[in-house]
């Protein structure tokens, strides 16, 4: 029989186990803005280069994380870009944006030189391949959101 309290065993605490819905609103800030927006509006994917490094991140922010400073140019990178890694995810969870099996990846996009984590798609999980090269998907109807780019499928 299950139960959803317990008495911890030699001591004077209950445990309640259960889940509690903790509806949250985050800002995604100037930076992270724009670039959502760019993704709305005109299916562009930008960063952000850093003056003193180099640098190019993708998504944009605000600061270098390696030295520090303030990273005020706007650069377009490609929607094309290469597989670093990836995971397959089995598990339905409440959490996950679509349906099991869920393949995220981090794509390396071609003219940044950051890691852009994202959804795969139109892709058997057994047939990727670190390296292989991918394609940014973006939705009809798009919100200024991350999902606007619906997945990365790989480029035949
Ligand atoms: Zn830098």
């Known amino acids: 029989m299950s139960t959803v309290t317990e008495k911890l065993e030699g001591m004077d605490v209950w445990l309640y186990h259960g889940q509690i819905y903790i509806p949250n609103t985050y800002s995604a800030g100037a930076v992270g803005s724009?670039?959502?927006i760019e993704l709305r509006d005109r299916k562009r994917i930008v960063g952000t280069r850093c003056p003193t490094c180099n640098r190019v991140y993708v998504p944009a922010r605000?600061?270098?994380k390696d030295c520090y400073s303030?990273?005020?140019e706007w650069v377009e990178v490609s929607?094309?870009?290469?597989?670093l890694t990836y995971t397959v995810c089995n598990q339905q969870?409440?959490?996950q944006p679509v349906e099991a099996p869920i393949v995220y990846g981090i794509i390396q996009l071609d003219g940044a030189d950051t890691g852009f984590v994202h959804l795969l798609g139109?892709?058997?999980p057994e047939q990727l391949k670190v390296g292989m090269r991918v394609q940014a998907v973006f939705k009809k109807e798009r919100e200024a959101s991350i999902l606007d780019i619906k997945y990365f499928k790989p480029l035949v």
């Open 34 to 36: 724009k670039f959502l």
């Open 62 to 64: 605000s600061i270098c």
């Open 70 to 72: 303030q990273l005020d």
């Open 79 to 83: 929607n094309k870009g290469t597989l």
């Open 93 to 95: 969870n409440a959490i």
């Open 122 to 124: 139109e892709v058997d």
